[in-house]
């Protein structure tokens, strides 16, 4: 079982980048969480997906300016990030599990190895 994340890279303020988490195994019902960690902070959760329900959700911090969603394939769920601040400049992980609080990390099964996400000011 693995979850690669991907999509990361380097960005002005104010620009977009396309993050994707891609399983080897068909997500089903699996929900998948993002997360991100700058340097000295703790884990943060950004976003989630259930897919058995479609269901999204969002941080307080991002919601408006990031869209999950998951593509036809049903291994990858994409996280798209548009008007970028520099505060988003973290290390982004997508976890995959059966939460029953998304936004909870322990609650998650497996885990992708991370995406540097870098936004110059």
């Known amino acids: 079982v693995q979850l690669q994340a991907s999509g990361g890279g380097l960005v002005h303020t104010g620009g977009s980048l396309r993050l994707s988490c891609t399983a080897s195994?068909?997500?089903?019902?699996?929900?998948i969480g993002w997360f991100r960690q700058a340097p000295g902070k703790e884990r943060e959760w950004v976003s989630a997906?259930?897919?058995?329900?479609?269901?999204?959700y969002y941080a307080d911090s991002v919601k408006g300016r990031f869209t999950i969603s998951s593509d036809n394939t049903e291994k990858t769920v994409h996280l798209q990030m548009n008007s970028l601040k520099p505060e988003d400049t973290a290390v982004y992980y997508c976890?995959?599990?059966?939460?029953?609080?998304?936004?909870?990390?322990?609650?998650?099964?497996?885990w992708g190895q991370g995406t540097q996400v870098t936004v110059s000011s």
């Open positions: 976890a995959a599990g059966f939460p029953t609080i998304p936004q909870l990390a322990y609650e998650y099964d497996y």
């Open positions: 195994f068909p997500l089903g019902t699996y929900a």
């Open positions: 997906i259930k897919n058995s329900l479609g269901t999204t």
